[in-house]
């Protein structure tokens, strides 16, 4: 079959791309819609790539991300960091937005596109962009997800949620909160709804014009055929899910290549101790200069091999058993025998990879989910969490020794790890068939909740229980009514006075 | 591994037999325990069967259990019907306290299979009797079953069960329902919760007597680790779930064997025209005379060959056409190219056949959820329900003709077991699966939600919601007590006329 596939930039696309290599292998063509200006999606054997004019330079959009993570980095208190993030995240959306704009204003490709018939459409719904284009030309969708902010993706499913044991994106909470945990849990919502609002209402507006006819995020969200989360309940809490969800967490874990004679080298020369894997994600490329030096200076006093992926400037004060890399094969690194911990920004695709290898985790949360990922791997005593603002050298020395040499943490990341990889099938192949299903059925209709086409009121059936508490209400009251009429007729005034005595108590 | 099988009676256990057969097959030993006086469980070379002595005998179990089947035949009203499906499930029930209790009360038994040091209890917990033996022995359970009286599985796993769209069992809604039927879906539970509380009520008792401790039917039934459900969302609507719960509808459909000579020459015999397979299950062997007579007149007046399981006295209209045999493979009838129809009381085990092999369906259905399901295949075109009580021979005949020669009843039926057999991993396969997974990790307890730890109000955030509105209203009343002080401070008299006139508006 005909796959176009709409993908999201950065490591979202990098697991994506698995499956789009899978799917050609197994004989589909895949076409990816990308904007010309790109920082992880390249052309590729594996599918053809369809670019469109977007009206940034690449310059322009590689300083505003850097800009973005620059701030990660720096002090402040609550607020300021509230403020902060909904700019950056503002700031993307916006970048994002204009190029969706040209993507659908582009009559001449969206006119290609339509005459191209494909089967079906894999995209990312943290833009809803690809989305809106497969509702436009009217093909089944599969999403690719770890989630959409502020909850769209369990009213898109209709997937219940209550607040009362689920956390909430950013909150940090386990599944097991106190009292006022709940209200926090209740309440976060409310300030990300702002930022999501400002993000979403313009998709809305965009879906709106080329659909010609009003319709919501959600509305529009809700077609979506399948929806494969890259959730896995090892790592995320147990929760209500629906028919079309399908979780394939560790999806990134599986592609395991024998690793190249460079890296070869840096491992076999460990010795004993063995290596620790050091990566901060695929977008933070430079660390402010006193920062990479705290860490160089730890870094240097373990005698573990340091592997580091860092883009920046050289640490002065660099140790020998440290090693700079621009790249490393993170998850083929992990997989070896000899890797001791990970130093990880602990973005979703990292603590897979450390789940799935049974590495022990020094977390560093920078931003978004990445906190939420962080804590819960503590709870469950696989690793540590650093504050990488506050953090100072010895803090990182001492969590690196802590989860090298104390055993819990080894024995907790492998007992993770032997449940997450004991499964019926393979997250890849799960991924891959459901796109085939949807693309030999033309779609899932049959997996749509009903719950779709109620309302809020009547989906918690507020009118029902109104309807019958106005039946009892008014049975009640005639029957009252009827009792006090005969009280009266029968006791004359004495009754009276019973009476008004009684509806005073009321 | 050790697995400890405690199954229910009737078609209930021929489907939990290809798990054991299966796992034995895997090379786990199975020991399947049994009340003595059973009507399906017999021994078999693939498990060793376990009886315990129970206070009642053979013939007095048969009469109760399979007596009230000939009701269905005669009683006409509904509410009639609803009290006596309500006293045929009362009575059962018993029945199985009864069994229940000659089992728990056993100590030599009990403390033998203490000692064998089981891995795992499969059960069907339709009755709860296995779990409560699982929770007493400390093993791990897992629980094989198609659904609950009241819908305990979804209580019991904390699976939200909006009524807004989930019908309820037996009101014959849909997932679609108009106001009146959503009424009508949130009463109807409502006196079926009182016999759950009767029926589960004395199990529970039991269970606290042997546990020393007080505990619910919910609570026995929150000890499975997984709960393998005998649904699919072909033939059941879209709802939410939780990730214990595990999908193997039609997995009695995968054991397929050739037809034996004798029912390999009924199907090579019926020429062109092909046969029709007619079973009411395996619990009615007999009909009231009358109606075998207009069913047998039907039968004669089509020209397919008739294959008809009945143990009951042979009508003396019988046609020529039509085969009388005690038992027949239906699964393997149905699957033959030549199967044109099938006449089914629609239990789901039959549904699940008429489905995969792709056979349209006359169903009859009789009682329980029965009536459900065959609505569910007629909304679908895939099938023709008639009402067993009022049904004329002319009915049948119509039925048949239509259900045979209207093509788009085979294309539905076609559609659906396309859709229900395109599937990542065959449901017996995934059954063993999930019994060898918690044999191998002790139970499943990350897969728990937090939510069993809830109180009711606490689930639903009440306590939280309650709370922030004292807040806000405690804010609002400060505010304008203020107001109105500094009103009246400003205004004198006239301001104190105006707060009077307003607080009696309120």
Redesign the interface.
Known sequence: GKVLVFPMEGSHWLSMRDVVRELHARGHQAVVLAPEVTVHIKEEDFFTLQTYPVPYTRQGFRQQMMRNIKVVFETGNYVKTFLETSEILKNISTVLLRSCMNLLHNGSLLQHLNSSSFDMVLTDPVIPCGQVLAKYLGIPTVFFLRYIPCGIDSEATQ??K????IPNLLTMLS??MT?LQ??KN??YPLALKYICHFSFTRYESLASELLQREVSLVEVLSHASVWLFRGD??FD????????MVFIGGINCVIKKPLSQEFEAYVNASGEHGIVVFSLGSMVSEIPEKKAMEIAEALGRIPQTLLWRYTGTRPSNLAKNTILVKWLPQNDLLGHPKARAFITHSGSHGIYEGICNGVPMVMMPLFGDQMDNAKRMETRGAGVTLNVLEMTADDLENALKTVINNKSYKENIMRLS??HK?R??EPL??AV??VE?VM??KGAP??????H??TWY????L???G??LAIVLTVVFIVYKSCAYGCRKCFGGKGRVKKSHKSKTH
Do not use: K
């Open positions: 997937c219940p209550p607040s009362s044991y599944d097991h009292f709940r209200v209740m309440l309940f090892v809490y147990p929760r209500p899910v629906m028919p079309n032997s449940l004991d019926p099938i192949d799960l068939f459901w299903y030999r059925h049959h997996l749509r909740p009903a719950a086409d109620l009547q989906y918690h059936s009118d029902v229980i309807f019958l």
